[in-house]
């Protein structure tokens, strides 16, 4: 398998991962060294505990991986100064991750987040 198809296998073994984890926290330290992907997924955590990613295509090619895919969950806990709603969102975004040294080092995101306000 190249370069790229392992990046691709790597981002979609992470996915699953936060799908099936209890506590999706305690897995990231596997995955990635970025902080800013820590703070992003610890802050959606808080708002939608147990959320899951459906990804829709997913495309490699050498270090950098991007996902279009669907973010879903319920609101339990407060968000940006909101309190939950128990409102269920399904909200789609890409997402592009920078892989070096076998772990996601940088990412960026495209979401339109003023679907929770929906």
Do not use: C
Request: glycine share 8%.
């Amino acid at each position: 398998m190249d370069k790229a198809g392992k990046n691709k296998k790597f981002i979609l073994d992470f996915i699953q991962a936060l799908n099936h984890a209890e506590n999706k926290l305690q897995i990231l330290s596997q995955y990635t060294t970025d902080p800013k992907l820590t703070e992003r997924i610890t802050f959606l955590e808080s708002g939608f505990p147990h959320y899951q990613i459906k990804v829709d295509e997913v495309t490699a090619e050498d270090n950098r991986v991007i996902v279009r895919a669907r973010f879903v969950g319920k609101q339990k806990g407060p968000m940006n100064g909101m309190p939950p709603t128990g409102k269920s969102v399904e909200i789609p975004y890409a997402i592009g991750y920078h892989i070096g040294h076998g772990k996601i080092i940088a990412h960026w995101m495209i979401t339109d987040w003023l679907e929770l306000s929906a």
